[in-house]
């Protein structure tokens, strides 16, 4: 009987050192990360905006250059840190690269800001992007939104939020 009680717990001990070995030898899962610009649509439905993925790599560029360089000028238009800019610029739904897009632009202020400073901002962001020569990229001022850091809303489009 203590001869048969050890076979057993030896093969035990051997499936469960086997059992340890595989799972130890399978591919840890890395959590992804999907980021995905979502519409909202006027009958509460939601539509996702392609990715820049689906650009080319010129229009994408181009993208990513204009938003680094905007976040600069308008660090400076308001004498902050590059840091406390932050901006987005996006293709809007249907659209092409090289044709109309859209723009959410967040800045780290408290309080709101001057209507002549969100005025000489929207001036900028439009004067840049619409520059001769460049991708023939369309902005209007009805496809800027601007928050502060609590994701309140300073200007929507041609409605703006500043008493």
Do not use: Y
């Not at 800019?85 to 293709?91: A, E, K, N, Y």
């Amino acid at each position: 009987m203590k001869k048969s009680t050890k076979v057993i717990l030896s093969i035990l001990c051997i499936i469960l050192f086997l059992a340890v070995g595989f799972i130890l030898k399978q591919p840890a899962k890395v959590p992804g990360v999907k980021v995905e610009m979502t519409e909202v649509l006027p009958n509460g439905q939601s539509k996702v905006i392609p990715p820049f993925m689906s650009m080319n790599e010129e229009d994408l560029r181009w993208i990513l250059e204009k938003q680094t360089l905007l976040e600069e000028l308008i660090a400076d238009k308001m004498a902050t840190d590059r840091d406390k800019v932050r901006i987005h610029l996006g293709t809007e739904p249907g659209g092409d690269a090289a044709d109309i897009l859209s723009c959410a632009i967040t800045l780290a202020v408290e309080q709101g800001l001057k209507e002549e400073t969100l005025n000489a901002i929207l001036d900028l962001i439009v004067e840049e992007v619409s520059e001769a020569g460049t991708q023939h990229a369309v902005l209007r001022k009805e496809d800027i939104i601007i928050m502060n850091g609590k994701g309140e809303v300073l200007f929507s489009g041609d409605e703006q939020l500043l008493p």
